[in-house]
């Protein structure tokens, strides 16, 4: 069976804004986009579908990480070779793709970490300076940023690092997987546009984020 294919698998909720332009960007550097549309009441399923994305549903909201879990399960299943996973809300740039998959040659998964820039609230930058400090402690992965969602692996790395959090702490449980399993990685730098401060990892999101990887580290993350 052929696995030369590129699939892009885009979570959203409530993205109408963004979701269009960013499968327009998306489609030129992959074979398929993917759009997780979880739950949403405005129209980005519709958009997202008359960007040219194929658009899987689910009827509530059920978080970041169930989205991209349904979206990359679906790619495996199309046969993808690799999967790039990007946000919905125009903060990541689709023209990085290429540098993921050249990586990616060489590499089982790509990490990108946000260039240093005072436009990231400082909220974010300490917790996820801390967060990279108890990742390195616990599974000896060394990331400068361990919540950014921009990344790529390819489909066998994925069944390795499929991940059970249905929330944001899916971003690190990822990280412990690829740890456990000593999957290569490296990280690349991107650029980042911070529409909007207070979304994404909260503070409490961040300490369920550490007490889970503890956990994760002791019982049951393979």
């Keep these: 069976m052929k696995t030369n294919k590129i699939f892009a698998v885009i979570p959203g909720y409530n993205e109408g804004k963004n ?6 960007k998306t489609k030129r ?9 979880d739950g949403s009441n405005d129209k ?7 960007a040219g994305a194929a658009v899987l549903k689910h009827v509530i909201n059920l978080g970041k990480g169930a989205a991209l879990k349904t979206g990359c399960d679906y790619a495996a299943k199309k046969n993808a070779r690799f999967i790039i996973v990007l946000d919905a809300d125009a903060q990541h740039n689709p023209k990085d793709i290429p540098r993921f998959i050249e990586k990616l040659k060489r590499k089982d998964i790509v990490f990108s970490y946000r260039r240093s820039s005072g436009k990231m609230p400082l909220v974010l930058r300490f917790g996820n300076w801390f967060i990279s400090k108890v990742v390195m402690m616990l599974y000896g992965v060394n990331l400068k940023d361990t919540q950014c969602g921009f990344r790529a692996f390819s489909r066998e790395a994925y069944r390795k ?3 059970n959090a249905s929330d944001y702490s899916m971003e690190s449980e990822m990280i412990s ?17 911070y529409s909007d401060k207070y979304k994404g990892t909260t503070v409490i999101d961040g300490a369920k984020i550490v007490l889970n990887m503890v956990w994760w580290k002791l019982f049951n993350n393979r």
């Design 19 to 24: 979701i269009g332009g960013v499968v327009a």
């Design 29 to 37: 550097y992959v074979d398929s986009v993917i759009v997780v549309d």
């Design 44 to 50: 980005t399923k519709e958009i997202a579908k008359n």
């Design 161 to 163: 690092i499929r991940w």
């Design 177 to 193: 997987r690829a740890g456990k399993q000593k999957l290569k990685y490296v990280q690349i730098p991107i650029s980042t546009i």
